[in-house]
């Protein structure tokens, strides 16, 4: 049973990655998933999340506009597009199971399981 993240990476300010969370173990499809980031010296913040009921999605104001979550239960994967990139976006990024606690609803109930993170690099 685990989360593994990818596609993480350096990129320009104003550039766009694509990160995966591919889940194994168990079945993704009845579990929200959120996205969190860690910058250097700072505490992990939360990022976004996507419900595994209706696939509904709910963001951090500071990423609204430029972040987009999406799910493909068939491949038991979920993406994070990150779009107009800012060195502030800098962090390792980690994704887990979440509960409704993070505005996203889950069949079922959250593991507290995380992935290893990826490191996305933004340079000015």
């Known amino acids: 049973v685990q989360l593994v993240e990818s596609g993480g990476g350096l990129v320009q300010a104003g550039g766009s990655l694509r990160l995966s969370c591919a889940a194994s173990?168990?079945?993704?499809?009845?579990?929200?998933i959120g996205w969190f980031s860690q910058a250097p010296g700072e505490e992990r913040e939360p990022v976004g999340c996507?419900?595994?009921?209706?696939?509904?999605?709910n963001y951090a104001d500071s990423v609204k506009g430029r972040f987009t979550i999406s799910r493909d239960n068939a491949k038991s994967t979920v993406f994070l597009q990150m779009n107009n990139l800012k060195p502030e976006d800098t962090a390792v990024y980690y994704c887990?199971?979440?509960?409704?606690?993070?505005?996203?609803?889950?069949?079922?109930?959250?593991?507290?399981?995380w992935g290893q993170g990826t490191l996305v690099t933004v340079s000015s």
């Open positions: 887990a199971t979440v509960g409704s606690n993070w505005g996203c609803s889950s069949t079922a109930t959250p593991m507290g399981l």
């Open positions: 996507i419900s595994s009921v209706d696939g509904s999605t």
């Open positions: 173990g168990f079945p993704l499809a009845y579990y929200a």
